[in-house]
């Protein structure tokens, strides 16, 4: 075996299916050793960042490792974008970048870019080949680190070592499992100390809970506790679960909100939240359940550490905290949701043109199947999707959490399909963030990926037009765009393309297009001036948005 044959052997012991990336001079050897076997696919992308996104998306829907490449110079640099997502995300990655010959490197070299420099900060492991002896040990590794780190790891390959032959290697059973962490008994004991004394008890969950649903809704329910989820924990449960209040942050609920603020103990599991405004006072204790220890304290005050797996430790702490006696808080906190549903609900129903997008996201998500995956982009749709569109059943949502990049929706989606084929995926994007890498529909199309792609066309930048005007009391400048007719573009690209102006024809389309086995693109028109509030607005915000205003009209 080469170099790059040899790769591939020991990508797929680690369950390797597909490598997202587009051909080069300088990864000719890979491509060329992936046609000659048939257990990995390439999928050619039409720009890296998109087979980056997909890789991201894979590997935060599976937990499991996805790889990417790039050639050498340019092709490497747009694979950073998705890489950084990746890594603010905790998920699993391989990018494999090409390099000019060992021979010309440090001569600046025709597309010669410092590649180990580059990555090194995107990286949780950053190595170069430099001889075909390190190939098998440096390729464990970097997997090894990769699914072990829940990070990004990097191989450069120079072009004249890609080809060269390797010694054989006995090839491994390679070991991708889970090993589980049990926080230490006193800590659980006190974290029991502290949930049998307290009244009124939050529990914010994230991602990091996703694969201990049981037990949080046991421990939720013997200790009356509300369960708000993060974005990225969005899925965790169905919107509509009696227990759960929603999201928080900016794009949360205002009972969640409240909820947080009059608490007297919150505790969290898997969550990495970044916003402090949105936590409770220094002195309302905090429990944190994460396996990470370097996330312990990083967002909030701590006053008890469950360093551990989360399903064995919320089981831990079911055998040691009582079952409250009396429903008051969580009864409280149920009351100002359902008073919130009911606020969204004006407009989620509303038959109005333009549509609302509140409108646009209630109404996919009635459509969509009982185990759809969702992939959402960046920008105001991420604040229709996170509150509007009603997750049920074992659905699965996700978005550009850590990095909240644009045009993750679509590379999104085409990673979800490649990874499940079977399922129903449907992307919410942005006007904005689609056309960034709309060139990729086209790849869809060409690996028969029945992708559905719902763009929430409001012709401008609607997220950073509130940020201009609330945060900063400027008017709005040069967030509008002049768009192309998307529906035609899909046609163009041998999918199916759909205009929507109206309720009647958003119904009618989405009883056609969820059923086609066509990739569709479904451009629905909404109203530009609706407004990306946080569930709580300061007298700051609002006093910017109306001097905003007042600048737009009179200045």
Known sequence: MNA?????????????????GIPGDAINELIEAIRKQNKIKFIHVMHEETGAFAASAQAKLSGNLSVCVGTAGPGAIHLLNGLYDAKKDHAPVLAITGQVETSLIGTD?????????????VSVYNQMLVDTEQLYKIVTTACQVAIANKGVAHINIPVNLSGKSVKSFKTEKFFNN????L?????????????NNSKKICILAGI????????????????????????RGKDILPDLHPLTLGGIGLLGTAAAYKAIKDCDLLITVGSDLPYSEFYPSENIPVIQIDNNIEQIGKRCHTTVALIGDAKLTLVELLNLVFEKEGDVFLKECQTQMQHWLKKQDEKESSDNVPLHPQMVAKTISYFTDDDAIICCDTGAVTVWGARNFKLKGKQRFTLSGGLASMAFGLPASIGAKLLYPEKQVIALCGDGGFAML????????????NIKIFIFNNSKLGLIQMEEEAKSGNPEYETKFHNPNFAMFADSCGGEGYTVKTPHEL???????????????????????????PPAITASEAFNFIKAKIKETFI
């Open 208 to 231: 990091g809970a996703i694969d201990a649903v049981t037990e949080l809704i046991q421990v939720a329910t013997l200790i009356k506790a509300p369960i708000i989820k993060s974005l």
């Open 178 to 181: 889970k090993s589980f962490l």
């Open 438 to 449: 709309m060139c990729d529909f086209a790849t869809a199309i060409k690996y028969n990926l």
């Open 507 to 533: 119904k009618s389309v989405l009883s056609v297009a969820l059923k086609s086995n066509k990739a569709s693109i479904i451009n629905v028109y909404v109203n530009p001036n609706e407004l990306t509030m």
């Open 4 to 20: 790059c044959e040899a790769l591939l052997e020991i990508l797929s012991q680690y369950g390797v299916k597909y490598i997202f």
């Open 183 to 195: 926080p230490h008994v006193y800590d659980i004991q006190a974290a029991a100390v502290l949930i």
């Open 109 to 121: 070299a025709h597309q010669e870019v410092d590649l180990i420099t580059l990555f090194q900060n």
